[in-house]
Nanobody
Framework: QVQLSESGGGSVQAGGSLRLSCAIS????????LGWFRQAPGGEREDVAI?????????TYTDSVKGRFTISRDSAKNILYLQMNSLKPEDTSIYYC?????????????????????????WGQGTQVTVSS
């Protein structure tokens, strides 16, 4: 079974940066989707950034983070990253990494599933990111 563990969260001022890491153990499915999600206080969990591993790590981002966040992975070390720059107070959330848990047959499928959130089956415990103004 795949296990995920996030780290790197913390408190920063607006405009600052953080890099989140997600250590992945176990075997992910081939052509799986790896992603970062977040859940603000009182809000619903939402997709942030997704990688389609079977499609040259094709990445998609939610509109609110485009140009500020970058998702990447170190496949050799099985670590997923989220580089967050130009942080805003509205980025304050618990951030989770997750995997879909199955292969997909389209590079666009990961983003489609991520928008719904619940198809992702493997989740980390979350790491808190707080951005102050």
């Amino acid at each position: 079974q795949v296990q995920l563990s996030e780290s790197g969260g913390g408190s920063v001022q607006a405009g600052g940066s953080l890099r989140l890491s997600c250590a992945i153990s176990g075997h992910t499915a081939s052509s799986d989707c790896l992603g970062w999600f977040r859940q603000a206080p009182g809000g619903e969990r939402e997709d942030v950034a997704i990688i389609a591993t079977g499609y040259e790590d094709f990445a998609t981002y939610t509109d609110s983070v485009k140009g500020r966040f970058t998702i990447s992975r170190d496949s050799a070390k099985n670590i997923l990253y989220l580089q967050m720059n130009s942080l805003k107070p509205e980025d304050t959330s618990i951030y989770y990494c997750a995997t879909l848990g199955r292969s997909v047959t389209s590079q666009y499928a990961c983003a489609t599933f991520a928008r719904v959130v619940r198809p992702f089956t493997n989740w980390g415990q979350g790491t808190q990111v707080t951005v102050s103004s």
